[in-house]
């Protein structure tokens, strides 16, 4: 049974990560508009985050105002455990 790719990067380090962008629309400059952006990427360099905010600035028309991000690394190496046993239960 192969594992899904989520989890392959879980258990290589990546957690995950969500920015809240702020940026102006082009056409009404005071105006501000919000993009969700989230994916798994490794602390703290962040380079998954910072791949696509690079392309934002190359190829889309909305300036950034601000980012916000939050990073949550999902799997830990305190939360394994061997297990001696097992029970079966009907």
Do not use: C
Not at 1 to 10: G, R, V
Not at 17 to 22: D, G, N, P, R, V
Not at 55 to 81: C, M
């Amino acid at each position: 049974m192969k594992s899904s790719a989520d989890f392959t990067l879980q258990m290589e380090g990546y957690g995950l990560t969500t920015a809240h962008i702020l940026y102006r629309m082009p056409d009404f400059r005071s105006v501000l508009q919000t993009f969700l952006w989230q994916d798994y990427d490794l602390a703290p360099d962040f380079p998954q985050m910072t791949k696509f905010l690079e392309f934002w600035r190359a190829n889309l028309d909305g300036d950034l105002h601000s980012v916000r991000f939050s990073h949550k690394r999902l799997i830990g190496p305190n939360e394994w455990r061997k297990v001696d046993g097992e029970f079966n239960l009907h």
